[in-house]
């Protein structure tokens, strides 16, 4: 067995105030950002719901049928940018398990660089320590050093990806607490990034690119940080650039099998959807999407009524149950402002009904129910935005398991 090589301190506290001033400006637009995304993913609930209905509704054969799946295309797009903007905020808080990272690397690095001029080699360690990542948003920090490194030699060249075991014994790398850690290095020989514009490079909005957001360096570092590690840059102009992400090692022993990668796959609206039977109540506090998930259930085959707000929830609930005509299910929006929102509302009920059947569904909240539900008093999640089949699924293993 290879032993982890150790990082010998050279530096002390160079760096230092640096990670401390990204920290603080991260921390400056999490509120900024998770309003942003909450609003955000509610409109996108709406857009996305009503353009699923409809392709169902109209059906594969009809006319306007491939302007609507272009439609919900941009939809998926624009939801990939509002769960950029959630890893400013605690909504974006990483749902953990124990995995090892390097087959998810490598199928991050086959998916970005398919069809490329430029090479990748692959190098690890045959024990890599296994870690506690939420894989879906690793696979994003991959990814975006992938892209970057690719964009960096429009004209070819080689990428190198390395990961090995590293125990830190000192504080050469800025921001990380004595411990073994994994390290995950991308390494390009592209253009580079000059010294002005390495200091700025995670900073929220800052790019180079004409097409780019400035968000791919800034959500990843926030990932990462929310992960208990860093990351970092070395880089000079014309001479490539090296990004670092480590990683804590996990305390537990078996690793759980990794998820590749996966993208957005276009299928036939009707393809997998579960049609049922029952009473739902929808509590959300936006009227258009409080609509649409009603039309949605309703074309599922549900009967459903709504409120508005977590006290209403209560009321109808106990009624209907009082009334021998309980509801089958609850779909409870998580952030009601200025009211009672579905987390309390949940907690509540359960004690008056310890049968309840609630799914929680939040574009963002300050709230760890969407990425552990367990330990609350929900069933299962339904993120906003979703589609009709994601709704579907939910209620069909919920209420015939």
Same mark, same amino acid.
């Given at each position: ?150 964009? &960096?030699?429009?004209?070819? +060249?080689?990428?190198? $990806?390395?990961?090995?075991? *590293?125990?830190? !014994?000192?504080?050469?790398? #800025? /921001? ?56 970092? &840059?070395?880089?000079?102009? +014309?001479?490539?650039? $090296?990004?670092?992400?480590? *990683?804590?090692? !996990?305390?537990?022993?078996? #690793? /759980? ?145």
């Amino acid at each position: 067995m290879r032993h982890p090589k150790k990082i010998v301190n050279s530096t002390g506290k160079h760096n230092a105030e640096d990670e401390l001033f990204k920290s603080e400006k991260l921390e400056s637009i999490s509120l900024l950002a998770g309003g942003i995304a909450h609003d955000l993913n509610n409109m996108l609930s709406a857009i996305l719901g009503n353009i699923s209905i409809l392709r169902i509704e109209l059906g594969e054969g009809n006319q306007h049928s491939a302007k609507l799946v272009a439609a919900e295309k941009a939809t998926l797009q624009a939801r990939l940018l509002t769960q950029q903007l959630l890893t400013f905020s605690k909504g974006g808080t990483p749902a953990l398990e124990v995995t090892t990272i390097s087959e998810m690397v490598e199928e991050c690095a086959q998916f970005i660089l398919r069809g490329s001029k430029v090479k990748c080699s692959i190098e690890k360690e045959d024990d890599l320590w296994p870690v506690d990542a939420d894989k879906g948003q690793i696979s994003q920090v991959v990814n975006n050093l992938i892209i970057n490194a690719n964009q &960096a030699m429009p004209d070819g +060249g080689d990428i190198l $990806i390395r990961m090995r075991n *590293l125990q830190v !014994s000192n504080t050469e790398v #800025p /921001a990380l607490k004595l411990g073994d850690y994994i390290c995950i290095e991308v390494r390009d020989e592209g253009i580079g990034i000059s010294p002005n514009n390495l200091k700025k490079i995670f900073d929220p909005y800052f790019t180079t690119k004409t097409k780019g957001n400035g968000l791919g360096l800034a959500s990843s570092y926030s990932i990462i940080t929310m992960h208990k590690g860093t990351i970092t &840059a070395d880089s000079s102009s +014309g001479k490539g650039s $090296i990004f670092r992400v480590y *990683l804590p090692k !996990s305390m537990q022993l078996a #690793p /759980a099998k990794s998820n590749p990668f996966e993208a957005e796959k276009e299928e036939p609206a009707s393809e997998g959807i579960h049609r049922g039977k029952g009473r739902i109540l929808v509590m959300d506090d936006m009227e258009a999407m409080m609509i649409v998930a009603g039309e949605i259930l309703t074309v599922l085959g549900y009967d459903v009524e709504y409120s508005t707000n977590g006290n209403e929830a209560i009321k109808a609930y106990k009624t209907a149950k009082d009334a021998g005509n309980p509801f089958d299910a609850c779909v409870f929006d998580l952030t009601v402002p200025g009211g009672m929102g579905g987390e309390e509302a949940a907690n509540i009920l359960i004690d008056y009904d310890p049968n309840l059947v609630a799914i929680a569904s939040s574009g963002y909240t300050t709230s760890n129910v969407m990425s552990d539900y367990k330990n609350s008093a929900f069933k299962a999640v339904l993120p906003k935005p979703y589609r009709i089949k994601e709704m579907s699924d939910v209620l069909h293993e919920l209420l015939n398991s």
